[in-house]
């Protein structure tokens, strides 16, 4: 492949770290997953952060708590303002604890969800709402801070697009109740798998701890509000309380995570390097659509959106990336709409999803990547220019 979507963000730290972990012969979550969460807690400056088996994991769990705190927990039936274009997993969790999706549209040069419709979307039912930042680039996450603090909503950031990125200063993930990352390969920084879930609400950092491990008492504070007290150890071993999960990660995502994550800001910027230049070479050219950057975005790839309003065949096109072999693909799986497990969805609609079905029909990204690829994106350029003739 001249052009991947994705490439390796490890040096020779992540493979001694990982080596030090084969050689103390523990491999289960302990000390590297909690050297990795005190660090991602600090860079990210939130109060609360762990690790989960993967970004997925880290939405579960979320969600899962936000349905067992004490005051207003989420219900069946209750409703949730989503993104139509977001990862089948921002989802899932809201279906499998029963809630009701209520979708808006994104914005065609964003590809986030158009908040100018979220008054349209709130009904008495109303509970909370999902940020999705699409592919690195900081969805509208202070308007919707600021509507969730108008209606007393809970915000749910799914961060897993877009680390690093961020709006007026503040990070991406930081802006919700709970935010969600993921560090599967080709995203920013990569632990094999991976997630981390950050909140700066104690209980609803313990409650997701605990169903991140069979829903167990272990690791609580003693001065926990999420159960009451007891003093028997041999009891407190298998103390269940939640019903949880087990999406623990393994030592060697820990011992990793902390050698990517020193390395997150260079790779951020060798990534806005190589977008200055996709701006440059396809920002004039009407044939092409690419993703405006609102905020400060940590560019997780580049999306192309064949102009609707040109007579492009998209088959010509896609024909002519492979024969210069150059990967691509949907952008985060177009209108979610269109997929078929939307049948076990409870949901419904504000107004249309336009701009998400040219999204679905007219829509790809190829790579960006933690290194130069100039080569790659000029290339790009030339196999585009000549197809979308
Ligand atoms: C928006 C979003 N949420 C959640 C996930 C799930 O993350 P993971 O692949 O680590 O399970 C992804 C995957 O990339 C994603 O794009």
């Not at 289960?28 to 400056?45: I, L, P, Q, S, W």
């Not at 994104?106 to 008054?119: G, I, P």
């Not at 993703?291 to 560019?299: A, C, K, L, T």
Request: charged share 25%.
């Amino acid at each position: 492949m001249f052009y991947d979507l994705a490439s390796s963000s490890w040096g020779p730290e992540e493979i001694a770290a990982m080596r030090r972990v084969i050689e103390s012969g523990r491999f289960t979550m302990g000390e590297h997953v909690e050297r990795f969460e005190d660090a991602f807690r600090a860079k990210f400056g939130v109060k609360h952060a762990f690790m989960v088996s993967s970004g997925s994991a880290a939405n579960l769990v979320g969600v899962a708590a936000l349905c067992y705190v004490k005051d207003r927990p989420l219900k069946r039936g209750d409703e949730v303002i989503v993104p139509a274009v977001a990862w089948a997993t921002t989802y899932y969790p809201l279906q499998q604890y029963g809630l009701r999706l209520r979708f808006v549209d994104v914005e065609l040069d964003t590809l986030n969800m158009d908040v100018a419709r979220l008054e349209q979307a709130l009904t008495p039912r109303t509970r909370m709402v999902v940020a999705v930042s699409i592919l690195g680039n900081p969805c509208a996450l202070d308007r919707m801070r600021a509507f969730c603090d108008r209606h007393g909503l809970t915000l749910f950031e799914d961060n897993c697009e877009s680390m690093g990125a961020s709006l007026n200063g503040k990070l991406a993930g930081t802006f919700g109740d709970i935010g969600t990352f993921s560090t599967f390969f080709s995203h920013h920084i990569s632990t094999m798998e991976g997630g981390i879930v950050v909140t700066d609400n104690t209980e609803i950092f313990q409650i997701a701890r605990s169903m991140r491990a069979h829903g167990w008492t272990r690791g609580l504070p003693p001065d926990t509000t999420i159960c009451d007290q007891r003093n028997d150890e041999f009891y407190e071993a298998y103390r269940f309380i939640l019903p949880g999960y087990n999406v623990r990660p393994l030592e060697l995502s820990g011992a990793i995570g902390i050698e990517q994550l020193k390395k997150l800001d260079t790779i951020i910027e060798a990534r806005r390097r190589n977008a200055a230049l996709f701006q440059e070479l396809f920002a004039r050219d009407e044939r092409f659509i690419i993703q405006r950057e609102h905020g400060r975005s940590s560019w997780f790839c580049f999306t192309i959106i064949l102009n609707p309003d040109r007579d492009i065949d998209r088959g010509r096109v896609m024909a002519a990336l492979k024969t210069a072999h150059i990967d691509f693909r949907m952008i985060t799986g177009g209108n979610f709409l269109r997929h078929d497990v939307i049948r076990y969805f409870d949901y419904d609609r504000v107004g249309e999803m336009r701009n998400a079905d040219i999204v679905h029909d007219r829509g790809f990204f190829v790579g960006n990547h933690p290194h130069d690829l100039t080569p790659q994106i000029e290339r790009l350029r030339e196999v585009l220019d000549a197809a979308a003739r």
